[in-house]
């Protein structure tokens, strides 16, 4: 049974930075990519940035270069280092796991609230 626990979220300034970290119990890294997304108020939920199985990571351009994501296999952790936030950025934030080989299935956490106001 695959479980994600998403933390890390809270208040913070602009320019500031926090670290996401996401739970991710019954998951086997080898087989699974890993992300975080978001959703603001009245808004669709977005990709943030990807880990895939293969150790390759995509983020999303409103991000880049601000915003690193990262897995600790031995964990069953994956984090999301935030820096140099924008009042943009607030949002609600999800960590999702997709499995790779048959069967496929997705799953997500219920999220952690990020406010970047000053």
């Known amino acids: 049974q695959v479980q994600l626990v998403e933390s890390g979220g809270g208040l913070v300034q602009p320019g500031g930075s926090l670290r996401l970290s996401c739970a991710a119990a019954?998951?086997?890294?080898?087989?699974?990519?890993m992300g975080w997304y978001r959703q603001a108020p009245g808004k669709q939920r977005e990709l943030v940035a990807t880990?895939?199985?293969?150790?390759?990571?995509n983020y999303a351009d409103s991000v880049k270069g601000r915003f690193t994501i990262s897995g600790d296999n031995a964990r069953n952790m994956v984090y999301l280092q935030m820096n140099s936030l924008k009042p943009e950025d607030t949002a609600v934030y999800y960590c999702?796991?997709?499995?790779?080989?048959?069967?496929?299935?997705?799953?997500w956490g219920q999220g952690t609230q990020v406010t970047v106001s000053s």
């Open positions: 019954g998951t086997i890294f080898s087989i699974y990519n």
């Open positions: 999702r796991a997709q499995r790779q080989i048959f069967p496929r299935a997705t799953y």
């Open positions: 880990l895939t199985s293969g150790n390759s990571t």
